[in-house]
Structures are given as C-alpha cells and as structure tokens.
C-alpha cells in the first residue's frame, strides 16, 4: 500500500507560479512511476504530467509542456508539480498517482494507476 498526500494548492494570479507536491507513505514511492492529474469543475480527470521510477523519464500533457515541471526527490519520498506562467485554464484540483511500470503508452490512462492521493486544489484568477 502507498498513501499519497498533496499539498501546495492555493489562489494564483495569471501568470504566477506554484509549486504542488506529492509526499508518499508506506512503501517507499521510488517502486513506483508517479503522474499529476487534474480535474476542473464540470470536466473529466485529465492526464498533466508523469515521472518514471528513476526519475530519468518524464512526459507532459501538451496543455501544459514548456510551462509544469514534475521531478522527484527521494530522500525525501516526494513528487513535485512546479507549474510557472499558470492560466485561468489550469484551474482545477490536482491529484497525485502512483503506477507500478513506467510503460508510455499507457501514462496518460488513469486505470493504469494503483494509488491516489485526495486532491489539492489549484486556482487561477484573470
């Protein structure tokens, strides 16, 4: 079992920055390749970012490539989202995933995913 635990969110203006991350608990997260979903309101969960169990290996929602960093620190057993020139549009709660393969073809599918964190929510003001 992994239990997962967002923090970070808040009330951003456009163009601002955040920086969510994802701490796990129980076995020891670095088994496991981890992903940022989100979802808005009124919208399916979609798909943001995902980080292998090295840390070598990244992937992005085009929505989001060239402004969200995901990286991972395992000393510290924690997943980062850093998301810079944030938009009205990012807005959404942010959950954190945990995956036993790091397999590309499937990152972006949630049902690929064991362990889910309970969100933390992200808002951005125009």
């Known amino acids: 079992q992994v239990q997962l635990v967002e923090s970070g969110g808040g009330l951003v203006q456009a163009g601002g920055s955040l920086r969510l991350s994802c701490t796990a608990s129980g076995r020891t997260s670095s088994g496991y390749a981890m992903g940022w979903f989100r979802q808005a309101p009124g919208k399916e969960r979609e798909f943001v970012a995902a980080i292998s169990r090295n840390g070598g290996s990244t992937y992005y929602a085009d929505s989001v490539k060239g402004r969200f960093t995901i990286s991972r620190d395992f000393t510290k057993n924690t997943v980062y989202l850093q998301m810079n020139s944030l938009k009205p549009e990012d807005t959404a709660v942010y959950y954190c995933?945990?995956?036993?393969?790091?397999?590309?073809?499937?990152?972006?599918?949630?049902?690929?995913?064991?362990?889910w964190g309970q969100g933390t929510q992200v808002t951005v003001s125009s």
């Open positions: 995933a945990a995956r036993p393969r790091w397999v590309v073809i499937t990152i972006t599918r949630e049902s690929e995913y064991d362990y």
